[in-house]
């Protein structure tokens, strides 16, 4: 609390803080040195909590028998293109429901929530079927527009709550100088919520790096896998190799954990203000 | 079909009228400029929520209504022949089948495991997260990391991490003297119930300490000297102001949490893929195992029993979202901007 700190207190707060921090950062700290042993030295005792004999074979193994450079590019590529797209449909309709007042709008806002509320996972089988007709089954394309659907409703909700922060009279002098509304919101308004917008693409890149049950539904060719499939795949079979997983699992985490470090602050803003996590 | 329908629902939705009273432009602009420039908004509205609307339409609501008659089908991808409409047969299915009690104990069991002691560490953060010390901003971005790793992956790293054999945290345990054999901990469902709750509480507790934490910060400081000189202690400034007034925010965020960890199959499905003997599957997990083996009317009907769960909570938080209205003392930074519906 906010009152005085007695010595006692100080030394409880700060044992049980660190012992969080440790709790949190061991399952990252685990991963990493079990990704770094020599593969035979996974399996041996006594555990040793260091990578005695320091190997990169579980990583060169991953892109040797395993491909995982592949479903690295595929992921890469359909989050990437995924997000941005999302990111840029979801500032228009941002835009509009932070600035307009109409007749539809609290039904398209609820619309757009209930989707939070109900998973994505939960029309697995239509949607599949949806998508056969439409030829997109097994098809990147495919992916990056379901993925597009599935990164609006949160991202507009963010996006809304970072538009509001800016004063209207900021279009509204660009438009007074002749710039369409559109101009207005690209030459103007984009450059002053430039790290808003940022942080609502890296959080679509990172939802869509991260999901598994639709691509898993969708993607079945090895040559289309993205990396969550591939990992699917890695612990569906009899005995898991866990030094590839581990290496594996080190290579897909670290690039998200690096852009959350680089938003963290934006996103806990987009989080507080939406709520949501999608 | 909503597909067509949410678009052009925006068109129709011509008369914008600006948010805060539309200012007389120009004074004397006359009625013809004015609904000029009305419709021009209309437009303006209608283009920018297309793309968005028919997105979402197309891929998110169109299946989502599509599959709600196939629970009343016979569905089944391995034979197609018949796919005649059978009334409530699925949903007797997923009744009657002898998964379904574990089922439903395991949802009720991950939900309230995960979201108590997620609440109870999340709130101790936020409290001693609240006065400043040296590093506090490093802290908060290095507990805040688990948050970029998907629930799937914190399944397959805590199931390393749980491994019987190999196992660190039964090496830990031996180390420190807690056990003196080895425990299979995912080979039995009790022990691995326990084990997936580890891994959520891990995951789960720094979305509390955050949200919590935006909300403390929204307490006057006055409040706690008031306190302090009527002579209250520790426990009692926590219980009568604290809590009262951080509480909008304690609600909506357990409420939210419900709903979000009831959703949540990925963790489970990457530390135990609902295993041993579909003995750890909650309602989504099992679901999507249904899903994969091809029943589509089956998973249909689970589909709808969830989504009429989730309605109901959906609506109870919305409420309590709506119920604290303007100039709320309880509502904080976190909980003022909860989702504005």
Redesign the interface.
């Known amino acids: 609390m906010i009152g005085k700190e007695t010595t006692a207190g100080r030394a409880a707060k700060f044992t049980f803080l660190g012992l969080w921090l440790v709790f949190s950062l061991f399952p990252l700290y685990w991963i990493t040195v079990t990704s770094l042993k020599d593969p035979g030295d996974i399996f041996s005792f006594p555990i040793s909590y260091w990578p005695e004999n320091f190997s990169l074979e579980n990583y060169q193994g991953l892109f040797g028998k395993a491909d995982f450079g592949t479903y690295l590019v595929n992921s890469l590529v359909v989050s990437a293109v995924a997000g941005a797209v999302a990111t840029a449909i979801s500032t228009l309709s941002a835009y509009v429901l932070a600035r307009f007042e109409f007749r539809s709008k609290s039904a398209l806002l609820m619309a757009f929530l209930v989707t939070q509320m109900i998973p994505s996972f939960i029309a697995l089988g239509p949607l599949y079927l949806l998508m056969t007709d439409l030829q997109l089954v097994d098809n990147r394309l495919g992916l990056m527009l379901v993925y597009i659907a599935v990164c609006i409703p949160f991202c507009t909700v963010m996006l809304r709550g970072f538009f509001e922060n800016v004063p209207d009279a900021l279009e509204e002098a660009a438009m007074i100088d002749g710039l369409s509304r559109l101009g207005a919101l690209i030459k103007v308004l984009l450059p002053v919520m430039r790290p808003g917008i940022v942080a609502a693409f890296i959080f679509n890149f990172v939802n869509c790096w991260n999901e598994l049950f639709l691509s898993v539904t969708l993607m079945n060719s090895d040559e289309n896998k993205t990396v969550p499939t591939a990992l699917n795949g890695f612990i569906s079979s009899f005995n898991i190799d866990w030094g590839s997983m581990s290496a594996a699992a080190v290579l897909t985490i670290l690039p998200t954990m690096v852009l959350f470090a680089f938003a963290s602050r934006h996103i806990v803003q987009g989080l507080t203000a939406g709520a949501v996590k999608g | 079909m909503s597909g067509t329908s949410?678009p052009t629902?925006?068109v129709?939705?011509a008369?914008?009228?600006?948010?805060e009273g539309a200012p007389p432009r120009g004074g004397t602009g006359g009625g013809r400029r004015r609904r000029d420039f009305t419709t021009r908004?209309?437009l303006?509205?209608a283009a920018?929520?297309a793309?968005?609307?028919v997105?979402?339409a197309?891929?998110?609501?169109?299946?989502?209504i599509?599959?709600s008659q196939?629970a009343f089908r016979n569905?089944n991808?391995t034979d197609l022949t018949d796919t005649s409409w059978v009334g409530f047969k699925n949903f007797r299915e997923v009744f009657t089948d002898p998964a379904w009690g574990t089922v439903l104990g395991n949802t009720a069991l991950w939900v309230v495991g995960s979201i108590v002691p997620q609440l109870v560490?999340g709130f101790?953060?936020a409290?001693?997260?609240?006065?400043r010390f040296r590093l506090r901003g490093l802290?908060q971005?290095?507990?805040?990391?688990?948050?970029?790793?998907?629930?799937?992956?914190?399944g397959?790293?805590?199931?390393?991490?749980f491994?019987s054999?190999?196992g660190?945290v039964n090496?830990l345990l031996q180390k420190a003297g807690l056990i003196d054999e080895p425990v299979a901990w995912l080979a039995d469902p009790d022990t691995a119930m326990i084990a997936v709750l580890v891994a959520n509480v891990?995951y789960g507790?720094?979305?509390f300490a955050?949200?919590i934490l935006?909300a403390l910060q929204s307490i006057p400081?006055e409040l706690?000297e008031a306190a302090?000189l009527d002579g209250a202690g520790?426990a009692r400034?926590?219980f009568r102001i604290?809590i009262p007034y951080i509480r909008v925010t304690l609600v909506?965020?357990v409420l939210?949490r419900v709903?979000?960890i009831f959703?949540f199959?990925?963790l489970i499905?990457?530390m135990t893929?609902g295993g041993p003997n579909d003995e750890t599957h909650i309602v989504?997990t099992w679901?999507?195992k249904i899903?994969?083996q091809g029943d589509?009317g089956k998973?249909?009907a689970l589909?709808l029993l969830?989504?009429a769960v989730?309605?109901v909570?959906?609506t109870f938080?919305?409420t309590a979202t709506r119920e604290r209205g303007g100039g709320r003392r309880g509502a904080g930074?976190?909980g003022k901007?909860?989702?504005?519906?």
């Open positions: 949410t629902s925006g129709t939705a008369p914008s009228v600006r948010k908004r209309g303006v509205v920018f929520m793309p968005a609307a997105f979402v197309l891929f998110t609501y169109y299946p989502m599509a599959g196939m569905w991808l560490i101790a953060l409290l001693w997260l609240r006065r802290y971005a290095l507990i805040f990391f688990p948050w970029a790793i998907s629930g799937f992956l914190i397959i790293l805590f199931r390393w991490m491994n054999e190999f660190v090496d891990w507790v720094t979305f955050i949200m935006a400081d706690y302090a520790k400034t926590l604290t909506l965020t939210l709903i979000w959703n199959p990925d499905f990457g893929g989504t679901m999507i899903t994969q589509y998973a249909s589909g969830v989504v989730l309605l909570f959906a938080f919305l930074r976190g901007r909860g989702v504005r519906a």
